[in-house]
T-cell receptor, first 115, second 113 residues
C-alpha cells in the first residue's frame, strides 16, 4: 500500500535559517504529491503540488519542493525562515491508481522558529 | 466565497450521545471528504462522497455514518459517541478530477467524556 513518511515530527530552526522538511513516498509509479500547511487552530492550506509538469515546484510564502524520482522524495525547503512559518506541515500523495482524489497524508512535521 | 465551512466549531459529548457535524461548500465541488486528525497520526479519511446521493467508506469508517443529500452539504453522524472518537474533524472538498487538491474547512474539535 502507498505510504508517506515524514522524517522528524518536530524541526526547529533559527529565524533566517534554511528550512528543510523531509518527505519520502513509497510507489513504483510517481504519484501526485502535495505539501499542506496547518496554522494553529486552522484547517489545512495547500502550499504546493507536483503533477509531473516540472520537478521543482514553487509554492506560496517562498516555499519550494523538488521531486526526485530516484530517491522517491519530495522535500520542502525555504531559504530563509520567518517567524510566521511556524506551523505544522503535511506531505501527502494521491497514488497513481487512486480514484476520487483520495489523499494519503504523512504524520506531519511541526516547524518551530527560534528568534 | 466562504469556501468550506463546518458547524459546530467545538462540541463536548457524553459517551453514548449522538450528534451530527455539518460541512458546507460553495465551490460547486463534486467530491467531499471527512477526516479525523489525531496527534502524531496525520489525517485519516473517514468517509467520502463523489457526488450528490453517493457515499463511500474511507480508512476509519467504524462508528460514523454520512449523508450527501445536497451537492453542497456533507453530514457526518456519530450515533453513539465513544471516548475514542475524541478528535478534530475536518471536512474537505475537491473538483471532479482525479489528482486534484482538496480544500479544507476550519475543523470541529470534539471531546467525548
Amino acid at each position: 500500500a502507498q505510504s508517506v513518511t515524514q522524517l522528524g515530527s518536530h524541526v526547529s530552526v533559527s529565524e533566517g535559517a534554511l528550512v528543510l522538511l523531509r518527505c519520502n513516498y513509497s510507489s513504483s509509479v510517481p504519484p501526485y504529491l502535495f505539501w499542506y500547511v496547518q496554522y494553529p487552530n486552522q484547517g489545512l492550506q495547500l502550499l504546493l503540488k507536483y503533477t509531473s509538469a516540472a520537478t521543482l515546484v514553487k509554492g506560496i510564502n517562498g516555499f519550494e519542493a523538488e521531486f526526485k524520482k530516484s530517491e522517491t522524495s519530495f522535500h520542502l525547503t525555504k531559504p530563509s525562515a520567518h517567524m510566521s512559518d511556524a506551523a505544522e506541515y503535511f506531505c501527502a500523495v494521491i497514488p497513481f491508481e487512486s480514484s476520487a482524489s483520495k489523499i494519503i497524508f504523512g504524520s506531519g512535521t511541526r516547524l518551530s522558529i527560534r528568534p | 466565497n466562504a469556501g468550506v465551512t463546518q458547524t459546530p466549531k467545538f462540541r463536548v459529548l457524553k459517551t453514548g450521545q449522538s450528534m451530527t457535524l455539518l460541512c458546507a461548500q460553495d465551490m460547486n465541488h463534486e467530491y467531499m471528504y471527512w477526516y479525523r486528525q489525531d496527534p502524531g497520526m496525520g489525517l485519516r479519511l473517514i468517509h467520502y462522497s463523489v457526488g450528490e446521493g453517493t457515499t463511500a467508506k474511507g480508512e476509519v469508517p467504524d462508528g460514523y455514518n454520512v449523508s450527501r443529500l445536497k451537492k453542497q452539504n456533507f453530514l457526518l453522524g456519530l450515533e453513539s459517541a465513544a471516548p475514542s472518537q475524541t478528535s478534530v474533524y475536518f471536512c474537505a472538498s475537491s473538483f471532479k478530477r482525479d489528482y486534484n487538491e482538496q480544500f479544507f474547512g476550519p475543523g470541529t474539535r470534539l471531546t467525548v467524556l
